[in-house]
C-alpha cells in the first residue's frame, strides 16, 4: 500500500496559523498598553482600581469618585455590585470608557479632549461607567468567574436592549451631576431638528442608523425613552424591571414584554410617546422663539448629509472642514465671486474638527497610533502653506490640539494633556515646533479651545472643572489665570476676542446654542443669533465686518453669515430647552458626585500591580476559542478561556469534535502580546483519518486513522498606523510546528510518515489604503503586498519548499463610492509543496478539472445601489443594497486569451438582525459562470451570510 499526502494537513493547519485577520473593531476589545507602562492599584472591598505611575498623585481621588459612583448608581437596582477592576489609560487620547464582560472590567481612558461640554471628563465618564456595571451584576450576578462571564455577556446582550443599556447611563450622568449630556441642547437638538423638519424617521432608523441621514444613535433616543420611563414609573423602577426579565429569561423580546405590563406598549410605543411629549414640550417652550432663516453660503446640491464646518473667511474665500458620507474630512474652500467649492487637503483622523489659517499657513491637529500599541495615542500638529501646498508634521507623537497661530510672532498656541492628565497652554514656535512655553492649570482643570488677542499677549479659553465651566483669559506676560465668566455649567465653544472689551462665543444662556457677545468689564450678553435650532462656530472677519457661523439643519451643519451689530433682546427669564430630565430629577436627589471631596477617613494603600494575577484570570467556559470571530470550519466544542484584564495573555484550554471524521480535538493554546513582537503557541491532540491505494487495485483504497500530537508557534510584528489619508499595515510573521504521530489502525502501511519537524514558515507584507468614506465600497486607492516563504529544512524524506505572493490594488470606480479592486496572486512550489495552494482560488475551481495553479488574478467591481433603512418589521432592517460584478482568471502566463476562468455577478444586503445594533451581517446572493469546457456545471448559485462586530 502507498500513502498519500498524510503531511497536507498540518501544512494547511501551519498557513491558518500565520494568516493575517481581517481589520474588523473587536467586540471584545483585546489591545495592549506600551511596554513601558508601570502598573500600580488600590484595592479596596468593592473595587480595584488599577492605573499608570503617572497618575499616582490623582489615583486617591478617582478611587473616591469610583466608590462614590458604584454606590450612587447602583441605588436603583437595589444591588452592592461585585468587587470589579477598573483600569485607568492615560496613553490614549481618544475620549472613550466602557464596561465589559468576558472578562468582567472596566477600561476609563482618562485624558479630555476638545469636545465642548460642560463639566470635566473623567468624573462623568467615571459615573457613566459605574451605572453599566450595576446593570450587568442586577441582570447576571449570578453568572460569574470563572465560568460563566460569556455566558453572562450573551445573556444581557440578548435581554436588554442598547437603546436602555446606554440610555439609562447617559440619564444617570444627567442626573447625579451637574453635568451630563442630557443637560446639553446640542445632545437633543438632531432628533428635535428631524422632527421640526418633519423627517419623521421610524424607531428602527434611530436605534440602528443609517448612511445617508443623520440620526441621532442609540444613546439619545435611549436617554430621552429611560427619562420617560423614570418619569412615570415608581422610583427604583429598574431593579423591577430587570426582576421581570429575570423571571423569563429565554422569551423573545423580553423587554418588550415587561414594558407591555408597565406602560401598556412595547419600545416602539415608548418611543412614539416620548416624541410625543418632546413635540408638544419643543411647541410650549419655543412658541415665542423667533427663529430667523439664514441664507445658506456654499449650498451645494448634496444627495445626502453635509457638514460645512469652522467657517472662516480670508480675502473672497471662505475655509470650510466638509464631512459627508460620500467623501473622508477634508478642507475646502468656497469663492465668493466664482460661487463654487474646491477640496483643499485631507485633514486625516482629528479628535474634534479643529484648522486655523494665517496669511501664510493652514495649521491644523491630526490623530495618530502607536504602530504597535494600540492604546497609545498621539495628537500632532500639521502645518500646510497654502502657496506651495507643501504639508509638514511640526510636531511628532506629541499630545497637542486646538492650535491657532499667534498674530505677531511665528508660533502657535495649542492644549496640551500630559500623562498625569494635567492640562497646559503651551506655545511651540511655527518653525521647529519646539516648546517656546508652558503655562499649567491648577489642579484637574482643564482647558479647551484658545484664541489669541489681536496684539498677541493674550488668550481666551474655555475652563472647565468639577464645579463647571467658564470662560478664561490667560495673560502670556505674567502667565496668569483669569476667569471672564462665573463658574456654570454652560457649554461654552470657540470663544474669540471681538475690537473693544467684547468677546464671542458660543453659548446656550437661554436653552437653545447660539453666539453671543459679552463685554469682558462688564459680562452684559447681547444675543447674535437665533438659529432655529442651534447656531456653532462663530468667526469675525474684521474685513466685512461679518459674523460667519454653522446654522445646524436636520441635514448638516451650513455656513451662514450675518451683520455684527445685529442684536436680538435677551429676556433673562427664557428658556427655551426641554429639561426632559427633569422629572427624573425629582424622583432621584441630585448631587454633584464630580465635586464632591475625597473622603478623609478613607486611606487607599497604592502598591504595585503585579503577581500571578496579573497573567491568569479564568472567566469563561465558550464554545469558541476565538470571541465567535469566524464560523468557518467549526466544530462543536467546549473551551476554558482565561485573558488577563490588561489583554496580555489570553489562554484556552479546550476539546472540539470534528464531525466530518468524527474525531477527538483536544487543545492548549496560549498567547503572549506584551512585548513587541505577538508570541503564540498552541498543542493539539487530534484524530485523524485518510485512505491508502491497495497495490494491483488502482481503484480500491483502504480507509485507515491515527492520533497525532501538533505543537505550533507563531512570532508576529503587526504595525500600523495613519497618515492624513492614508492607513498603513507592515509587518512580519515567523511560524512553525512539530508533528508527531502514533495509534496507527494499520501496521501495514509503507511510507507512512510519522512525523514532520519544523516546517518553516515567513511571511512579510506592506498595506497601503486610503481612508474609506462612510458609503465607500473599497478604498480608492490602494496597494497591498504580501510575500509568503515555506520550507522543510529539517526534514530528510518530505522536502519541499514554495513562495507565494499576493498584491490588491484598489482604483476608484466611475461613480461616487464606486471601486475596483485588482488582486493578483503567484506561487511556485516543490516536493511536498508541489500541490499546496498558498494563493487565493477562482470562483467555481473545484467545478473543473484540476489544473495545477502558478498564478490567479481577480478583477472586481462594487459599487452601492440603494440606502432603503428598510425594515422587516422586527425581523431585519436592511440599510444598504449593493452590488458587483467579477472576472476570475487562473495561470495568465499560460492562457493568452482574455477570456476568463469565470464571472459572474453578486448582490448583498447589509442589515441589522432583530432590532440589535451588533453584529452588522451581510447576505450576498452570487451567480458565478464556469467557462471551461471540463466543468460539471456552467452556472454556480452561492449564498453567504457574514457578520462583523
Given at each position: 500500500?502507498?500513502?498519500?499526502?498524510?503531511?497536507?494537513?498540518?501544512?494547511?493547519?501551519?498557513?491558518?496559523?500565520?494568516?493575517?485577520?481581517?481589520?474588523?473593531?473587536?467586540?471584545?476589545?483585546d489591545?495592549?498598553a506600551?511596554?513601558s507602562?508601570?502598573?500600580?492599584?488600590?484595592?479596596?472591598?468593592?473595587?480595584?482600581?488599577?492605573?499608570?505611575?503617572?497618575?499616582k498623585?490623582?489615583?486617591?481621588?478617582?478611587?473616591?469618585?469610583?466608590h462614590?459612583?458604584l454606590?450612587?448608581?447602583?441605588?436603583?437596582?437595589?444591588?452592592?455590585?461585585?468587587?470589579?477592576?477598573?483600569?485607568?489609560?492615560?496613553?490614549?487620547?481618544?475620549?472613550?470608557?466602557?464596561?465589559?464582560?468576558s472578562?468582567?472590567?472596566?477600561?476609563?481612558?482618562?485624558?479630555?479632549?476638545?469636545?465642548?461640554?460642560?463639566?470635566?471628563?473623567?468624573?462623568?465618564?467615571?459615573?457613566?461607567?459605574?451605572?453599566?456595571?450595576?446593570?450587568?451584576?442586577?441582570?447576571?450576578?449570578?453568572?460569574?468567574?470563572?465560568?460563566?462571564?460569556?455566558?453572562?455577556?450573551?445573556?444581557?446582550?440578548?435581554?436588554?436592549?442598547?437603546?436602555?443599556?446606554?440610555?439609562?447611563?447617559?440619564?444617570?450622568?444627567?442626573?447625579y451631576?451637574?453635568?451630563?449630556?442630557?443637560?446639553?441642547?446640542?445632545?437633543?437638538?438632531p432628533?428635535?431638528?428631524?422632527?421640526?423638519?418633519?423627517h419623521n424617521?421610524?424607531?428602527?432608523?434611530?436605534?440602528?442608523?443609517?448612511?445617508?441621514?443623520?440620526?441621532?444613535?442609540?444613546?439619545?433616543?435611549?436617554?430621552?425613552?429611560?427619562?420617560?420611563?423614570?418619569?412615570?414609573?415608581?422610583?427604583?423602577?429598574?431593579?423591577?424591571?430587570?426582576?421581570?426579565l429575570?423571571?423569563?429569561?429565554?422569551y423573545?423580546?423580553?423587554?418588550n414584554?415587561?414594558l407591555?405590563?408597565?406602560?401598556g406598549?412595547?419600545?416602539?410605543?415608548?418611543?412614539?410617546?416620548?416624541?410625543?411629549?418632546?413635540?408638544?414640550?419643543?411647541?410650549?417652550?419655543?412658541?415665542?422663539?423667533?427663529?430667523?432663516?439664514?441664507?445658506?453660503?456654499?449650498?451645494?446640491?448634496?444627495?445626502y448629509?453635509?457638514?460645512?464646518?469652522?467657517?472662516?473667511?480670508s480675502?473672497?474665500?471662505?475655509?470650510?472642514?466638509?464631512?459627508?458620507?460620500?467623501?473622508?474630512?477634508a478642507?475646502?474652500?468656497?469663492?465668493?465671486?466664482?460661487?463654487?467649492?474646491?477640496?483643499?487637503?485631507?485633514?486625516?483622523?482629528?479628535?474634534?474638527?479643529?484648522?486655523?489659517?494665517?496669511?501664510?499657513?493652514?495649521?491644523?491637529?491630526?490623530?495618530r497610533?502607536?504602530?504597535?500599541?494600540?492604546?497609545?495615542?498621539?495628537?500632532v500638529?500639521?502645518?500646510?502653506?497654502?502657496?506651495?501646498?507643501?504639508?509638514?508634521?511640526?510636531?511628532?507623537?506629541?499630545?497637542?490640539?486646538?492650535?491657532?497661530?499667534?498674530?505677531?510672532e511665528?508660533?502657535?498656541?495649542?492644549?496640551?494633556?500630559?500623562?498625569?492628565?494635567?492640562?497646559?497652554?503651551?506655545?511651540?514656535?511655527l518653525k521647529?515646533?519646539?516648546?517656546?512655553?508652558?503655562?499649567?492649570?491648577?489642579?484637574?482643570e482643564?482647558?479647551?479651545?484658545?484664541?489669541?488677542?489681536?496684539t498677541?499677549?493674550?488668550?481666551?479659553?474655555?475652563?472647565?472643572?468639577?464645579?463647571?465651566t467658564?470662560?478664561?483669559?490667560?495673560?502670556?506676560?505674567?502667565?496668569?489665570?483669569?476667569?471672564?465668566?462665573?463658574?456654570?455649567?454652560?457649554q461654552?465653544?470657540?470663544?474669540?476676542?471681538?475690537p473693544?472689551?467684547?468677546?464671542?462665543?458660543?453659548?446656550?444662556?437661554?436653552?437653545?446654542?447660539?453666539?453671543?457677545?459679552?463685554?469682558?468689564?462688564?459680562?452684559?450678553?447681547?444675543?447674535?443669533?437665533?438659529?432655529?435650532?442651534?447656531?456653532?462656530?462663530?468667526?469675525?472677519?474684521?474685513?466685512?465686518?461679518r459674523?460667519?457661523?454653522?446654522?445646524?439643519?436636520?441635514?448638516?451643519?451650513?455656513?451662514?453669515?450675518?451683520?455684527?451689530?445685529?442684536?436680538?433682546?435677551?429676556?433673562?427669564?427664557?428658556?427655551?430647552?426641554?429639561?426632559?430630565?427633569?422629572?427624573?430629577?425629582?424622583?432621584?436627589?441630585?448631587?454633584?458626585?464630580?465635586?464632591?471631596?475625597?473622603?478623609?477617613?478613607?486611606?487607599?494603600?497604592?502598591?504595585?500591580?503585579?503577581g500571578?494575577?496579573?497573567?491568569?484570570?479564568?472567566?469563561?467556559?465558550?464554545?469558541?476559542?476565538?470571541?465567535?470571530e469566524?464560523?468557518?470550519?467549526?466544530?462543536?466544542?467546549?473551551?476554558?478561556?482565561?485573558?488577563?484584564?490588561l489583554?496580555?495573555?489570553?489562554i484556552?484550554?479546550?476539546?472540539?469534535?470534528?464531525?466530518?471524521?468524527?474525531?477527538?480535538i483536544?487543545?492548549?493554546?496560549?498567547?503572549?502580546?506584551?512585548?513587541?513582537?505577538?508570541?503564540?503557541?498552541?498543542?493539539?491532540?487530534?484524530?485523524?483519518?485518510?485512505?491508502?491505494?491497495?497495490?494491483?487495485?488502482?481503484?480500491?483504497?483502504?480507509?485507515?486513522?491515527?492520533?497525532?500530537?501538533?505543537?505550533?508557534?507563531?512570532?508576529?510584528?503587526?504595525?500600523?498606523?495613519?497618515?492624513?489619508?492614508?492607513?498603513?499595515?507592515?509587518?512580519?510573521?515567523?511560524?512553525?510546528?512539530?508533528?508527531?504521530?502514533?495509534?496507527?489502525s494499520?501496521?501495514?502501511?509503507?511510507n507512512f510518515?510519522?512525523?514532520t519537524?519544523?516546517?518553516l514558515?515567513?511571511?512579510?507584507?506592506?498595506?497601503?489604503?486610503?481612508?474609506?468614506?462612510?458609503?465607500?465600497?473599497?478604498?480608492?486607492?490602494?496597494?497591498?503586498?504580501?510575500?509568503?516563504?515555506?520550507?522543510?529544512?529539517?526534514?530528510?524524506?518530505?522536502?519541499?519548499?514554495?513562495?507565494?505572493a499576493?498584491?490588491?490594488?484598489?482604483?476608484?470606480?466611475?461613480?461616487?463610492?464606486?471601486?475596483?479592486q485588482?488582486r493578483?496572486?503567484?506561487?511556485?512550489g516543490?516536493?511536498?509543496?508541489?500541490?499546496?495552494?498558498?494563493?487565493?482560488?477562482?470562483?467555481?475551481?473545484?467545478?473543473y478539472?484540476?489544473?495545477?495553479?502558478?498564478?490567479?488574478?481577480?478583477?472586481?467591481?462594487?459599487?452601492?445601489?440603494?440606502?432603503p433603512?428598510?425594515?422587516?418589521?422586527?425581523?431585519?432592517?436592511?440599510?444598504?443594497?449593493?452590488?458587483?460584478?467579477?472576472?476570475?482568471?487562473?495561470?495568465?502566463?499560460?492562457?493568452?486569451?482574455?477570456?476568463p476562468?469565470?464571472?459572474?455577478?453578486?448582490?448583498?444586503?447589509?442589515?441589522?438582525?432583530?432590532?440589535?445594533?451588533?453584529?452588522?451581517?451581510?447576505?450576498?446572493?452570487?451567480g458565478?459562470?464556469?467557462?471551461?469546457?471540463?466543468?460539471?456545471q456552467?452556472?454556480?448559485?452561492?449564498?453567504?451570510?457574514?457578520?462583523?462586530?
Amino acid at each position: 500500500m502507498k500513502y498519500k499526502n498524510i503531511i497536507t494537513s498540518a501544512l494547511i493547519l501551519l498557513t491558518l496559523t500565520i494568516s493575517s485577520k481581517s481589520a474588523f473593531a473587536q467586540f471584545f476589545e483585546d489591545s495592549q498598553a506600551p511596554l513601558s507602562q508601570k502598573w500600580f492599584k488600590i484595592e479596596t472591598p468593592n473595587f480595584k482600581l488599577i492605573f499608570p505611575e503617572e497618575m499616582k498623585d490623582k489615583a486617591p481621588t478617582l478611587a473616591n469618585q469610583v466608590h462614590n459612583s458604584l454606590r450612587t448608581t447602583s441605588r436603583n437596582y437595589k444591588i452592592t455590585p461585585r468587587k470589579i477592576p477598573f483600569i485607568i489609560h492615560n496613553t490614549n487620547l481618544e475620549t472613550n470608557g466602557f464596561v465589559q464582560l468576558s472578562p468582567r472590567k472596566s477600561e476609563l481612558y482618562s485624558t479630555a479632549g476638545a469636545e465642548p461640554d460642560n463639566q470635566t471628563w473623567l468624573p462623568n465618564l467615571i459615573l457613566h461607567e459605574s451605572r453599566h456595571v450595576s446593570q450587568f451584576d442586577k441582570l447576571t450576578g449570578k453568572l460569574r468567574a470563572p465560568f460563566f462571564e460569556q455566558l453572562a455577556l450573551a445573556y444581557y446582550g440578548l435581554t436588554v436592549p442598547s437603546w436602555f443599556f446606554e440610555g439609562d447611563a447617559t440619564l444617570t450622568e444627567t442626573i447625579y451631576s451637574h453635568g451630563g449630556r442630557g443637560r446639553l441642547p446640542s445632545f437633543e437638538m438632531p432628533i428635535k431638528a428631524n422632527f421640526q423638519s418633519k423627517h419623521n424617521y421610524s424607531f428602527n432608523k434611530y436605534l440602528l442608523g443609517s448612511f445617508k441621514d443623520i440620526v441621532p444613535s442609540y444613546y439619545t433616543i435611549g436617554y430621552l425613552m429611560t427619562s420617560t420611563l423614570k418619569a412615570e414609573l415608581p422610583s427604583n423602577y429598574e431593579a423591577d424591571l430587570f426582576s421581570e426579565l429575570n423571571k423569563r429569561p429565554l422569551y423573545p423580546y423580553n423587554i418588550n414584554r415587561v414594558l407591555k405590563k408597565k406602560i401598556g406598549g412595547n419600545s416602539s410605543y415608548l418611543f412614539n410617546k416620548t416624541i410625543a411629549k418632546l413635540d408638544t414640550i419643543w411647541k410650549t417652550k419655543t412658541a415665542n422663539y423667533s427663529a430667523q432663516n439664514y441664507v445658506e453660503i456654499s449650498g451645494q446640491n448634496n444627495r445626502y448629509y453635509n457638514n460645512n464646518l469652522l467657517p472662516k473667511s480670508s480675502g473672497n474665500l471662505i475655509y470650510f472642514i466638509k464631512q459627508n458620507p460620500e467623501k473622508t474630512n477634508a478642507i475646502y474652500t468656497y469663492d465668493n465671486d466664482k460661487k463654487s467649492e474646491a477640496q483643499l487637503v485631507k485633514t486625516g483622523i482629528q479628535l474634534t474638527p479643529h484648522f486655523d489659517i494665517n496669511s501664510t499657513y493652514i495649521v491644523w491637529d491630526e490623530l495618530r497610533k502607536d504602530p504597535r500599541y494600540n492604546k497609545r495615542t498621539y495628537s500632532v500638529i500639521n502645518l500646510m502653506n497654502r502657496k506651495t501646498g507643501e504639508i509638514k508634521t511640526l510636531t511628532k507623537q506629541s499630545r497637542y490640539y486646538s492650535p491657532v497661530f499667534s498674530p505677531i510672532e511665528e508660533s502657535i498656541a495649542c492644549i496640551e494633556v500630559d500623562l498625569s492628565n494635567t492640562s497646559y497652554l503651551t506655545l511651540i514656535s511655527l518653525k521647529n515646533g519646539s516648546v517656546i512655553k508652558r503655562i499649567k492649570t491648577p489642579g484637574s482643570e482643564q482647558l479647551q479651545h484658545p484664541a489669541f488677542n489681536a496684539t498677541g499677549d493674550k488668550i481666551i479659553a474655555i475652563r472647565l472643572s468639577e464645579i463647571g465651566t467658564a470662560l478664561c483669559e490667560i495673560d502670556l506676560k505674567n502667565d496668569k489665570i483669569t476667569n471672564l465668566t462665573p463658574w456654570g455649567n454652560q457649554q461654552y465653544e470657540r470663544p474669540q476676542y471681538l475690537p473693544g472689551m467684547n468677546i464671542l462665543v458660543k453659548a446656550n444662556f437661554n436653552g437653545i446654542d447660539n453666539i453671543y457677545k459679552i463685554d469682558r468689564q462688564s459680562g452684559a450678553k447681547q444675543l447674535l443669533t437665533k438659529a432655529p435650532f442651534g447656531a456653532f462656530n462663530p468667526f469675525y472677519d474684521k474685513d466685512t465686518k461679518r459674523l460667519l457661523f454653522n446654522n445646524y439643519q436636520y441635514n448638516g451643519y451650513k455656513i451662514s453669515q450675518t451683520d455684527i451689530d445685529t442684536v436680538f433682546e435677551i429676556k433673562p427669564e427664557t428658556d427655551y430647552f426641554s429639561h426632559y430630565y427633569s422629572a427624573a430629577v425629582q424622583k432621584d436627589s441630585i448631587f454633584n458626585i464630580a465635586a464632591t471631596a475625597p473622603d478623609s477617613s478613607q486611606k487607599y494603600i497604592i502598591t504595585p500591580y503585579k503577581g500571578p494575577g496579573r497573567t491568569f484570570n479564568f472567566h469563561s467556559l465558550s464554545l469558541s476559542s476565538s470571541n465567535f470571530e469566524s464560523f468557518d470550519n467549526f466544530k462543536p466544542g467546549i473551551f476554558w478561556l482565561s485573558n488577563n484584564i490588561l489583554n496580555t495573555t489570553q489562554i484556552a484550554l479546550g476539546y472540539e469534535y470534528d464531525t466530518d471524521i468524527r474525531k477527538g480535538i483536544y487543545s492548549a493554546e496560549l498567547t503572549y502580546n506584551k512585548y513587541f513582537p505577538k508570541f503564540s503557541l498552541r498543542y493539539e491532540n487530534r484524530g485523524q483519518i485518510a485512505a491508502a491505494t491497495i497495490p494491483n487495485k488502482p481503484d480500491s483504497s483502504i480507509r485507515f486513522d491515527w492520533r497525532e500530537h501538533y505543537v505550533s508557534s507563531q512570532i508576529s510584528i503587526p504595525l500600523s498606523f495613519y497618515r492624513l489619508d492614508y492607513n498603513y499595515s507592515m509587518g512580519f510573521n515567523f511560524a512553525t510546528a512539530y508533528l508527531k504521530r502514533y495509534n496507527l489502525s494499520r501496521n501495514d502501511l509503507k511510507n507512512f510518515n510519522y512525523e514532520t519537524a519544523f516546517p518553516l514558515t515567513y511571511q512579510l507584507y506592506f498595506n497601503r489604503n486610503a481612508r474609506m468614506a462612510t458609503m465607500d465600497q473599497y478604498p480608492r486607492w490602494g496597494q497591498n503586498f504580501s510575500v509568503t516563504y515555506r520550507h522543510t529544512p529539517f526534514e530528510n524524506k518530505a522536502k519541499g519548499e514554495i513562495l507565494s505572493a499576493r498584491t490588491v490594488f484598489y482604483l476608484p470606480g466611475f461613480m461616487n463610492n464606486h471601486g475596483f479592486q485588482v488582486r493578483l496572486s503567484a506561487q511556485a512550489g516543490t516536493g511536498i509543496y508541489e500541490y499546496i495552494n498558498d494563493i487565493p482560488l477562482v470562483s467555481g475551481f473545484s467545478y473543473y478539472k484540476y489544473e495545477k495553479v502558478k498564478n490567479t488574478l481577480l478583477i472586481n467591481y462594487r459599487f452601492p445601489i440603494a440606502y432603503p433603512d428598510f425594515g422587516v418589521g422586527s425581523l431585519a432592517y436592511i440599510k444598504r443594497i449593493k452590488g458587483g460584478v467579477f472576472a476570475d482568471y487562473q495561470n495568465i502566463h499560460k492562457h493568452k486569451e482574455a477570456a476568463p476562468k469565470s464571472f459572474g455577478a453578486y448582490l448583498s444586503f447589509d442589515f441589522n438582525a432583530f432590532r440589535y445594533p451588533l453584529p452588522d451581517f451581510e447576505f450576498v446572493v452570487k451567480g458565478t459562470y464556469i467557462n471551461d469546457n471540463t466543468t460539471t456545471q456552467r452556472i454556480v448559485p452561492t449564498v453567504s451570510l457574514n457578520y462583523t462586530y
